[in-house]
């Protein structure tokens, strides 16, 4: 899997879109980059994945640019239930352990 | 549907003696993981099953961890010999082998205390 670098924290207030990004200088030609939202005392969950360009679903958005060395997870309007640690994940389109770096710590202010 | 579960929820126990950590899939969920995350930090990767057998057995620490899986369903995590790095939060996740990659299921996880 690749190395990814992302911020250690941010911060944030209710109602703001919130762009958190990741570095992946080297992720090879079939990674897929998947981000996962992990709240205190529980499991992390899935949010979204994508290969290039832009993905959206009900939760977020997915901006990977053309040269795919980075992607920006999106989260549109936080509230303070969005306070969580999330993680940026590159590998490759197949089924295979997940490798976490300390992912992103957002809190997210009244 | 039901989700991944995971018993204890809490394991208190003393250096030296063993613990067995149990995991329920979503059922029909072939793939199977193991992972731990000590205080703070993020997941460590232990142990892949697909169905009954495990291909990849690299992240296990020490060979007093051991796990099985039976019935490509329930699986157990044994340590034996507790030491005090071994306290964590243990993980199982489940997925399809042919659903979304990286698509992981989590459970809410064993916490560990060894004292």
């Known amino acids: 899997l690749a190395k990814t670098t992302q911020p250690i924290s941010m911060d944030s207030y209710e109602g703001q879109e919130v762009n958190i990004t990741c570095s992946h200088n080297?992720?090879?030609?079939?990674?897929?980059i998947t981000w996962y939202q992990q709240f205190p005392s529980q499991g992390p969950r899935f949010i979204i994945q994508g290969y290039k360009t832009k993905v959206t679903n009900e939760v977020a958005s997915l901006f990977i640019p053309a040269d795919r060395k980075s992607s920006t997870l999106s989260l549109p309007r936080v509230s303070l239930s969005d306070t969580a640690v999330y993680y940026c994940l590159v590998g490759r389109g197949s089924q295979g352990n997940l490798i976490f770096g300390k992912g992103t710590k957002l809190s997210v202010k009244p | 549907g039901a989700g991944v579960s995971q018993s204890p929820s809490n394991k208190v126990t003393e250096k030296g003696k063993d613990v067995e950590l149990r995991c329920d899939p979503i059922?029909?969920?072939?793939?199977l993981y193991w992972y731990r995350q000590s205080l703070g930090q993020g997941l460590e990767f232990l142990i892949y099953f697909q169905g009954n057998s495990a291909p990849d057995k690299s992240g296990l620490p020490s060979d007093r961890f051991s796990a099985e899986r039976t019935g490509g369903s329930v699986s157990t995590l044994t340590i034996q010999r507790t030491q005090q790095e071994d306290s964590a939060v243990y993980l199982c996740a489940s997925s399809l082998s042919d659903g979304i990659p990286y698509e992981q299921y989590f459970g809410p996880g064993t916490r560990l205390t060894v004292t």
């Open positions: 080297n992720i090879a030609t079939n990674d897929y």
């Open positions: 059922s029909g969920h072939t793939a």
